[in-house]
């Protein structure tokens, strides 16, 4: 039962986070923040938002102070589109997953690209 609960709070916090970061920060100045995953203690106090950003690295860098700086106000709106016992307090962390995911694909795709010449000279001879 407690799983189911966590289960729900979780979906709800990242679509309302998400939400909340769409509508209150510059995508010109933090890129495009998307929430790719939330992690809900036990007691549902707080969570940690695991949070991808796609744009500059220096549009990253602003995204996590931003994130930082308006955690409370964000914390505050979702408090008021998500009716809980105690709201969780929280606490964003940048998450490289899918920049590592994409820098894999690049390399796979250069490998791809310097053997496929080699492939193809016997089969045109």
Do not use: C, W
């Not at 679509?15 to 790719?36: H, K, S």
């Not at 744009?55 to 979702?78: D, I, M, N, T, W």
């Amino acid at each position: 039962m407690q799983n189911l609960r966590h289960e729900r709070v979780r979906e709800l916090l990242k679509r309302e986070v998400g939400e909340a970061i769409r509508r209150e920060l510059p995508i010109d100045q933090a890129g495009m923040i998307t929430v790719n995953e939330v992690g809900v203690s036990n007691d549902l106090k707080s969570a940690t938002i695991y949070v991808g950003v796609i744009g500059s690295p220096e549009q990253r860098q602003k995204a996590a102070s931003l994130l930082g700086k308006e955690s409370k106000r964000l914390q505050s709106l979702v408090a008021r589109s998500i009716i809980l016992k105690y709201t969780p307090h929280l606490k964003f962390v940048i998450d490289e997953s899918i920049e590592r995911g994409n820098r894999v694909l690049e390399i796979l795709e250069q490998l791809e690209k310097s053997s496929s010449p080699d492939e193809r000279s016997p089969k045109d001879s």
